[in-house]
């Protein structure tokens, strides 16, 4: 088995007349990886994806698919990649099956080799009551699937979406996103998109993009894990309880909110990332407060995000508040 | 090689499966019937010594067809793929821009020349209706459709650079107009410039559409006329691929 990474991309530039696409990005993905691209709009996903499918070239860095440069060597590249775009072009006027052999054949399957391909990548994207249908009178979500069966067509090592599940309905986007996840393993992905759930559910490392640079890259778990807050609803008298938590070195930063039934929401970030749970229960027995709630939050994806693309003058300012 | 027949295939599909080719074709036979027609009228009780293939494609009707069928048929090869986004599905397939232009090309040749097979019908009933077979031998029909082929070959290609320029089918049409157009009054110019017998008179006979044709409708095949045209089909071709390439170095 080949060690070297699937993808390897090395001081990736962009510039478009006028302004930076992406900005000396560097990341690699491992083989049978799921990686998301996340980002806003104009973040620069789609300009990687593209670079990465030799649709454009970059500015300058390098970019190498399963070893292979993709602007030296892009017949190589394009052969061991399967690309759907944004939006999913599809000849409109073809019909499922036709356009499917059409790619197939384009990719240079030979004739029975292509047949079974087309046969085998029907089943999977669940095409099998359409293949007679014209791609023009197929729902949204249908012509989706017909996109990621060309993008499957040919076997490729690294199968690369844009923004897959865009416009389909919860339903369809269930779908898709087991699809992508059974295709783990076998193929590398590669997925872009600025829903965040999506990514929780279908990656296993996430890259964080933001006005073409790479903020974040890591597993999610890791994202995720480490310094999340205390959650306690205790009926006790506030100031008290203000005065308790002022004295604990262990808690950075708290709020109190009273609530209904003389209950206190008290929100506690702990400043070395520890888990305060025990020691909030011991406060409580031994001044004999109630507790209705006691729970341990992890950031969200969300919360991660928005931390990272938070723009500078924002969080200056919440530095001077605090 | 297997990729740039699929292509060609489908490319050619395109043009049948879509409502657009059919009626290029309707309206190119109409326009051939009312030439043909003009040439019998004109024909009407006089003889003439002239072949009736030149009769026939001196007629304004025949360029009519040349000057408007040809950014129609040429107009989506590119610019329909850069508008709905199919362009960079097909670019990231394993097929080089070689073989989209040189498919492309092929595919817009074949519907071009399917589109003047009715012609032929023209032909074959002037020959039922008059006893001068002599007229309509097979040599002067060859050296006709070589002379339409040929001339197609030039405007396709034309057609083919316009339509790499934009992604609007429309601007890629008047592009492929105007370009065509610019080169057929050229003749006008020879024509006009003919008394002078100096270095720019000469220039304009040899680049002079009409009198090509002409040549070509009398059953004569001059060897420069033939360069003429294969030469500008292939300069052509080969700014459509720099056109194609220049995504990279954009």
Known sequence: MNVEPMIEVCDLTKRYAGHTAVSKISFTVGRGEIVGLLGSNGAGKSTTMRILSCFLPATSGSARVAGFDVFTQADEVRRRIGYMPENNPLYPEMRVREYLKFRARLKGLGGKKSRERVDVVTEQCGLNNV????????????????????????????????EPTIGLDPNQIRSVRQLIRSLGGAHTVLISTHILPEVEMTCGRVLILHEGKILASDTLEKLMSGDGQIIV??????????????????????????????????????????DLRPQVFLLAKQQGWLIRELTHTHYSLEDIYLRLTKPDEEAEEEEDET | MQAYLTLTRRELAGFFVSIAGYVTIAAVVLLMGQSFATMLVQLQGQSSHDPVTQLYYSTLYFWLVMLLACPVITMRLFALEKFSGTFETLMTAPISDLQVVLAKFTAAMVFYMLMWLPSLACILVLRRYTNHVEVFDGGLLGSTFLGIFLLGGLFMSI??????????????????????????????????????????????????????????????????????YVTLTFFFLFLTLRVVESRRWK
């Open chain 1, 233 to 274: 609803e205790m009926a006790a008298p506030q100031p008290v309880l203000q005065a308790c938590f002022e004295q604990t070195g262990e808690i950075e930063y708290f709020d109190l909110v009273p609530v209904s039934g003389g209950y206190v929401r008290c929100s506690l970030t702990p400043s070395n990332g520890q």
């Open chain 2, 159 to 228: 057609g083919c650079f316009s339509s790499a320029l934009t992604r609007n089918q429309i601007t890629a049409a008047t592009i492929s107009f105007a370009l065509s157009y610019s080169l057929l009054l050229l003749s006008f110019l020879a024509h006009h410039h003919q008394i002078n017998t100096d270095w720019l008179a000469d220039v304009l006979s040899q680049v002079a559409l009409m009198d090509h044709m002409q040549d070509f409708a009398r059953g004569v095949v001059d060897t420069r006329h033939i360069v003429f």
């Open chain 1, 131 to 162: 293949t007679r249908k014209i791609i023009g009178t197929l729902s949204k979500g249908y012509r989706q699937r017909v996109g990621l069966a060309d993008a499957l067509v040919h076997e490729p090592e690294l199968v690369i979406l844009d």
